[in-house]
């Protein structure tokens, strides 16, 4: 699956972003935020974003591209959330993001990557679609993680922290959507994880 899915980036290579600096995100650098869930055997976290507006001018809609990683570095889902200003959605890592992944197997930790981009109508998200894309500010997001508590029996205990942001390479861009793009093409369903519902969700613990 590695090599297919390596083999398949190549192909999309061409995929471009409207931006041509080392870091795309430079001049809006809340578009790209990451963030980890852990221990997800014992439990759910939980993934919470919300839209400031601050690409008022643009249409204040935005679309946030959801990139779930499992611990061995490989794209298990992909999915894409349209945000209003000041709407809150949310996201389950269990039930939405690694409950229909690519690979058979299902993992206990991963690492999430949220880009924000311009709805190309308002409406329309799509996180592997090919094309120019203009990144979009305003993207706000916390998450929720289990971690293991100093107790006996083993207990565990729900964190909650925003995502932090990171530099936005040019490659990194091509490889997130290409990839997703690669998903949404050639995955047979499996590897689209479940779009955001509106409202909050709270962590939970087992």
């Known amino acids: 699956m590695r090599t297919l899915l390596t083999l398949a980036t190549m192909a999309f290579a061409a995929t471009a972003i409207a931006q041509d600096a080392n870091d795309i995100s430079a001049n ?17 976290s939980v993934i919470n974003i919300t839209n ?15 990139y779930t990683f499992d611990p061995s570095e ?7 959330c349209l945000v209003t200003p000041n709407g809150l959605v949310s996201l389950s890592v269990q039930g939405d993001l690694i409950s229909n992944t690519l690979s058979p197997s299902t993992p206990t930790a991963v690492v999430v990557k949220l880009v924000s981009t311009r709805p190309p109508d308002e409406i329309t998200c799509n996180p592997g679609g090919a094309g120019d894309r203009i990144l979009a500010p305003g993207m706000r997001a916390w998450g929720t993680s289990l971690h293991a ?7 565990y205990g729900v964190t909650e922290s925003s995502f932090l942001q990171g530099g936005l390479s040019i490659a990194e861009a091509n490889h997130l959507f290409s990839f997703c793009g690669f998903i949404q093409a050639n995955g047979s369903g499996f590897g689209i994880c479940k779009s955001c519902r509106a409202g909050g969700l709270g962590g939970s613990k087992q």
């Open 149 to 155: 508590l100093p107790s006996t029996p083993a207990t």
């Open 28 to 44: 809006v650098p809340d578009t790209f935020q990451v963030r980890y869930a852990s221990n997800l055997n014992k439990g759910d």
């Open 52 to 66: 400031t507006g601050s690409d008022s001018g643009f249409g204040d809609n935005i679309c946030v591209n959801v």
């Open 74 to 80: 490989e794209m298990v889902s992909c999915c894409s």
